[in-house]
């Protein structure tokens, strides 16, 4: 069968290191470390982490309540517009008040990133939970498992994402934390693109040496998915996870815009934007805080992610070793860029915050239809 | 030959599971649309009907019946056809009928074929814009690394991903059409109605998901020119004193732009079910704004239909990525 | 009376029209705003016949039958091809709200007690193919908005005609016309109801009041073209009403029609759009949108904010109100608001001006203290029994709650829609930051918006604290307090709107006797007396009377708004 033969062209100009196990964690820092954009996104999200869990404690110092109205801030008769220049900064005020409500804006943007962070960090995590553990099962289950759960994830894929989020977050009950609805929302609706990289990166696996080797040497299925696998399957999650959180943030603000996301009193990234837009000429800074703040977020994830998913490249070390020729020997570092199929093709899961639904990505991380490809 | 046909096969029978997951999908859509607040019955009938009249718009809607019933109904509308009363008179709607909509007795199939030209037009032309803007931003970041051009090409099409398509699409319109009034604000125009005024009209919406959607392709096509510039056989042109140019243009890029052309597919079909946020400000009557409004008004039958049609697109886009990846990508392969 | 019908939202929930107030679904939707004063938006000299006006809104026409409109005295786009037995005065402030015949030669002759009340249609009317317009063709419009096939419209008629309750329209089994609508010629129709009703001019300006001759009725397609008796007609409606496209009718008359002025040749009614587009687009007034107006889309608070500073914007924002207010809803079935002493506590604590404020300002939103929109119409009588000031009054309402035995205070659950808006959870909000000064922790419970409207007009199953909001069917007492406040009116499984289950013999009685003055002044003063005593028993808080601010186009010209509408009136606007 051509189809077939193809598949094994193709596998053998993948380097096979490609899907031995990831370098250990000293490996990829040291060279994480040699990248200044990298470790200045890191930076950045370190302090924007670190200021989002410390925002009671930020906010009490700056003497400020998220929640605390102040309605003589803000002009009345002017659609409730702040009074002052730049939003109504002030020195009780440092980035001014909310717009209709005087709120501190400092306050909100702060206790704003713990909620859409958590969302996008929650959402994150639960797609990986399910998508490895349907990705798993579908490859290691047998043919019928394998065909179900495919056709599921198809499903899951070519779903409108938004319509069943609008239907979920409506059957629940009001008093449901929206939050914790948010997360589960985006996770349970958005596991296909994992799902499918673990897949077909376990399917390439389990045909390995290593992998059969503990199999022959009588591991069982549990064992070898648990000891044998989920290392190797470590690098191309950890590179999709870095695609997924940052469209995930954005999606948490796009949901809001549709009047699913978080509601007020309970401030998000995602909601001030969704007020703040038509502010735009009115009380600039309104707009200009929240999205740079998402966007600098969204920035850094990407850049952070990119080079975490070359880190984690184990050709990365090989080519080093090897060097590659031309111009590109002179700056070995960055040829460490490349990706190989499975990551790249991964990073096509990453959804569309407007059709809201999943990118599907194809079959499997190889062009080859995986029926044809299982062995 | 053989590798075309057993393609064929393989998308024959992907074809019949996708038909199969989509039975499947509908009969969700109807279990998880029971469970919906709001009675599709006093939704039709107004706020001020009556219990005897919102009884009598159910019996009319077939609300009455258990919901089995309904979906055995919507079936046998799909393969046969149903009659409706339109009051005066019975309508016919021919298999495959979707349905009536539950809120305006408009058929389904009329309100999905007037919502598409605006979809498929957003769809294509976005599609391409992001093509463009995406291949070049990628092709020049991996072979001209560190250039200014690169640098501003980056960081456009990060901006465009890290902006939420809402505040982009907004903030595009208030630039182009009302500060620098470069442009009138667009309104749709069939592309059938005046072509060139169709394209004048689209032109920012294309813009705000194209750029949306572009960084993705950015990053995708300058992986994979990376990755086949670093490939054996590419070494050996180099090494048999290829020109450089000719490496790119035949040889890498050939092999880059698989990967981006079976991405670009998918993202297609996925398009195809409609961008709500960009179709609404716009005002682009299209697929993705039928379907949020009837999903809060619980018109089942125009969600269920919607999303078949989408569903059955983003499954052909899926075959079609597929064939064209395997297809294009034997090319560059050493036979 | 209640507006929106069917709260159709915009394929998006507006960010940006904080006050969106969809009357649309009033029909067309009342809407807009013109320049104040003259109401002459751009432009200088008289207006002229000619151009094309642009609607630009958010929401689609979707419905364009008249059986299924639910409108304010005709609606706005709606009565630009349907003229009825009555319709609304097309004129600035308080006098749009007198009623005026428009297809009849009167406001109809009231005999036996107000309970048979006769037109005469004015002669050489006719339909945009030429035929003539009968009197059974008006009758025939009326007995076609019984059918299930049709639902959608206002209940007046169905409880008022005799057999009302009982007819199912001319499409069913059962009897096929409505006795109790007689036509004795070609140009009289006698209506004849079960009790007298001295606001029947009102409803007579309703759309199910426009003539469709029986043999052009096509049921359920007849939206796509129905037959125009107004000087417009429909050229093209394109997915399902997003688009609709209206030329002149040829055989309308200005002779026979003193009310809309039709100067534009073609108009072109487009929604789907964003509110914030909308207001940027009239704004702008770049070519096309120079000559547009909107009829269902306020200016937001930021729009407002920026019209502030530009004086030539300013020029182009017409104010209107229209009957509406926004309250506090209590359930006394639900512990605690079963102890008036409670309700008085919240209506003391409310902060009128940090709800204002949420809406978008005080050139949004007007504080309210009365049930009764603050207009003559209405019957307004101001009456403050529990005030609250500007900022509330937390003492005064500890003071209220300790003495019912609560004085650590009290938790209340508050039940919003999750959905922007007038009943949204940023009201909700300012509700919960006003009460908290006076010691009234608040929970807040947002629901979908459908679930929202589910539950807070079952009677059964009403929250005990709910955010709600009522506007006029037509501009006078009756369809505002009755639905709210008569005892008959409680409906057990379908919608109720009487939140508190008010069932008192004294003000039933008042209602009925009230009903059936024709003179409509007289009616009006006992309707504010009634609200001002009902008023008494803190059965709900008051909070906003909303202000509908709207841009037109730089070259629209002649701005009518009435207080009936609140906006502009489409059938004055010029383009030339």
């Known amino acids: ?375 | 030959m053989n590798a075309l046909l057993s393609g064929a096969r393989f998308t024959a029978k992907r074809l019949v599971g996708a038909a199969l997951v989509l039975l499947v999908l509908s009969v969700a859509l109807y279990s998880l649309f029971y469970l919906l607040p709001g009675d599709p019955a006093r939704l039709a009938c107004g706020e001020r009907c009556d219990p005897s009249q919102v009884a009598q718009v159910r019996e009319r809607l077939g609300l009455d019946e258990p919901v089995h019933a309904q979906y055995a109904h919507f079936l046998q509308g799909l393969f046969t056809g149903r009659d409706y009363s339109a009051g005066t008179s019975v309508r016919h709607c021919a298999a495959p009928c979707l349905g009536l909509s539950h809120q305006n007795d408009q058929p389904v199939s009329t309100l999905i074929v007037e919502g598409f030209p605006a979809t498929l037009s957003l769809a294509v032309g976005a599609m391409t814009l992001c093509l463009l803007l995406g291949v070049g931003t990628g092709l020049l970041s991996a072979l001209r690394r560190g250039g200014i051009t690169e640098r501003v090409l980056t960081v456009l099409t990060l901006a465009g991903t890290g902006t939420p398509v809402f505040l982009l699409g907004l903030l595009l319109l208030m630039v182009v059409c009302a500060y620098l009034r470069w442009l009138p604000f667009p309104s749709y125009v069939p592309l059938a109605e005046d072509p060139e005024q169709w394209a004048w009209n689209m032109l920012l919406p294309w813009l705000t998901l194209g750029l949306f959607e572009s960084a993705k392709y950015a990053r995708l096509t300058r992986a994979s020119t990376l990755e086949v510039l670093a490939e054996d056989h590419i070494r050996t042109f180099r090494a048999y004193g290829v020109g450089e140019r000719a490496v790119v243009a035949r040889h890498a890029l050939r092999g880059a732009l698989p990967p981006v052309i079976a991405l670009g597919a998918l993202d297609l079909g996925t398009m195809l079910g409609g961008a709500m946020i960009t179709e609404s400000l716009f005002g682009l009557p299209g697929l993705g704004r039928l379907l949020i409004g009837s999903v809060r008004d619980v018109d089942l039958p125009v969600v269920v239909g919607v999303v078949l049609v989408i569903g059955t697109a983003v499954v052909v886009a899926n075959a079609v990525a597929d064939v064209l990846h395997a297809l294009a990508d034997r090319r560059v392969l050493p036979s | 009376m209640r507006v929106l019908p069917r709260d159709r939202r915009p394929a998006l929930p507006r960010a940006a029209a904080t006050a969106s107030v969809t009357l649309a679904l009033l029909g067309g939707a009342v809407a807009c705003a013109g320049p104040q004063d003259d109401g002459s938006g751009g432009g200088d000299g008289k207006p002229a016949e000619g151009g094309t006006l642009t609607v630009l809104n958010s929401d689609a026409q979707s419905d364009f039958d008249p059986a299924r409109l639910y409108t304010s005295g005709g609606g706005n786009v709606p009565s630009l091809v349907f003229r009825t037995l009555t319709t609304r005065n097309r004129a600035d402030g308080a006098k749009g709200t007198e009623v005026v015949p428009d297809l009849a030669t009167g406001l109809g002759k009231p005999s036996e007690g107000a309970k048979v009340w006769t037109y005469e249609l004015k002669p050489g009317l006719k339909y945009e193919d030429g035929s003539p317009i009968t009197s059974a063709d008006v009758k025939y419009g009326v007995e076609r908005s019984f059918a299930a096939e049709l639902s959608g419209g206002p209940p007046y008629l169905r409880d008022w005609l005799i057999g009302g309750d009982r007819y199912e329209g001319p499409f069913g089994k059962g009897k096929k016309e409505l006795d109790s609508i007689e036509t004795p010629d070609d140009r009289t129709i006698v209506f004849r109801l079960k009790k007298g009703v001295g606001d029947f001019p009102y409803v007579a300006t309703q759309t199910q009041f426009a003539p469709v001759p029986k043999a052009k009725d096509t049921g359920t397609d007849y939206e796509k073209h129905p037959l125009s008796s107004g000087p417009y007609r429909v050229v093209k409606n394109t997915n399902d009403g997003e688009r609709l496209q209206l030329a002149r009718n040829k055989h309308w008359s200005a002779k026979t029609d003193s009310e809309r002025k039709a100067y534009p040749d073609t108009v072109d009614v487009r929604s789907g759009l964003d509110p914030a587009v909308i207001n940027q687009r009239l704004s702008t007034s770049s070519s096309a949108d120079a000559k547009a107006v909107t009829t269902d889309t306020n200016l937001g608070p930021a729009e407002l904010a920026r019209v502030g500073s530009d004086k030539e914007l300013k020029e182009r924002v017409g104010v209107g109100h229209f009957g509406y207010t926004n309250y506090l809803a209590f359930n006394p079935d639900v512990k605690p608001f079963d102890d008036p002493a409670v309700r008085k506590a919240v209506a003391y604590a409310i902060d009128r001006a940090s709800v204002v404020n949420a809406v978008g300002g005080s050139s949004l939103a007007e504080p309210a203290t009365t049930f009764l929109p603050n207009q003559k119409a209405f019957g307004y009588t101001p009456y403050d029994h529990f005030p609250a000031g500007r900022g509330g009054d937390p003492d005064k309402a500890r003071e209220v709650l300790a003495k019912a035995g609560h004085r650590n205070g009290i938790t209340l659950t508050l039940t919003h829609s999750t959905e922007d808006g007038e009943t949204g959870p940023k009201i909700a909000a300012a509700v919960q930051q006003s009460l908290k000064k006076a010691g009234i922790r608040v929970r807040l419970e947002g629901l979908e918006n459908n679930a929202y409207d589910e539950k807070r007009w079952d009677a059964e199953d009403a929250p005990g604290l709910y955010l709600s909001r009522w506007g006029a069917d037509w501009p006078a007492g009756y369809p505002f307090l009755a639905p709210i406040f008569d005892g008959r009116q409680i409906v057990a499984n379908g919608a109720n709107f009487n939140h508190a289950k008010l069932d008192d013999p004294a003000v039933n009685k008042e209602f009925d006797d009230v009903q059936q003055l024709t003179d409509l002044d007289a009616a009006a003063k006992r309707w504010g007396a009634l609200d001002s005593r009902i008023g008494e028993q803190a059965l709900s808080v008051p909070l906003f009377h909303p202000v509908y601010q709207r841009l037109v186009g730089k070259d629209v010209k002649n701005v009518v708004i009435s207080d009936w509408t609140g906006v502009l009136d489409v059938s004055q606007v010029a383009v030339r």
């Open chain 1, 1 to 375: 069968m051509a189809v077939r033969q193809e598949t094994a062209v193709r596998d053998s100009v993948t380097p096979l290191g490609a899907t031995g196990p990831a370098p250990g964690p000293g490996g990829v820092w040291r060279r994480l470390r040699t990248r200044p954009a990298a470790l200045a996104s890191g930076g950045v999200l370190a302090v924007l982490v670190a200021a989002a869990l410390a925002a009671p404690l930020l906010t009490a110092l700056a003497g400020q309540d998220p929640y605390a109205y102040h309605g003589d801030l803000v002009d009345s008769a002017r659609g409730g517009a702040p009074h002052g220049a730049f939003g109504g900064a002030s020195g009780a005020h440092w980035l001014g008040v909310e717009p209709g409500t005087g709120r501190d804006l400092f306050a909100l943007l702060l206790h704003g990133a713990r909620v859409s962070l958590l969302v996008a960090a929650g959402a994150t995590l639960l797609q990986v939970v399910v998508g490895l553990a349907v990705g798993l099962t579908a490859a290691l289950g047998g043919r019928w498992a394998d065909r179900l759960l495919s056709r599921v994830t198809d499903v899951m894929v070519a779903l409108p994402m938004l319509v069943l989020a609008i239907a979920l977050t409506t059957v629940v009950p009001g008093d449901f934390p929206r939050p914790l609805l948010l997360v589960l929302v985006m996770g349970l609706l958005g596991w296909g693109g994992v799902s499918r990289v673990v897949r077909a990166r376990t399917m390439a696996l389990r045909g390995l040496d290593f992998v059969a080797a503990a199999r022959l040497g009588g591991s069982g299925r549990l064992r070898v998915a648990r000891r044998e696998l989920l290392p190797s399957l470590a690098a191309p999650v950890l590179t999709y996870a870095a695609i997924l959180l940052p469209s995930n943030i954005v999606l948490e603000a796009s949901l809001s815009f549709l009047g699913i996301g978080v509601k007020p009193p309970t401030p998000s990234w995602g909601q001030l934007l969704s007020t703040a837009t038509t502010w735009y000429r009115a009380d600039p800074a309104y707009v200009l805080l929240p999205s740079g703040l998402l966007f600098v977020t969204v920035l850094a994830f990407t850049v952070l992610g990119d080079a975490v998913r070359a880190a984690l490249d184990p050709r990365e070390a090989s080519r080093l070793r090897v060097g590659t020729r031309g111009e590109r020997a002179e700056r070995p570092l960055e040829g460490g860029e490349s990706v190989h199929v499975g990551t790249r093709l991964a990073g096509s899961g990453a959804k569309s915050a407007d059709t809201g639904t999943r990118l599907p990505r194809t079959g499997a991380e190889s062009p080859v239809p995986h029926e044809e490809k299982a062995p």
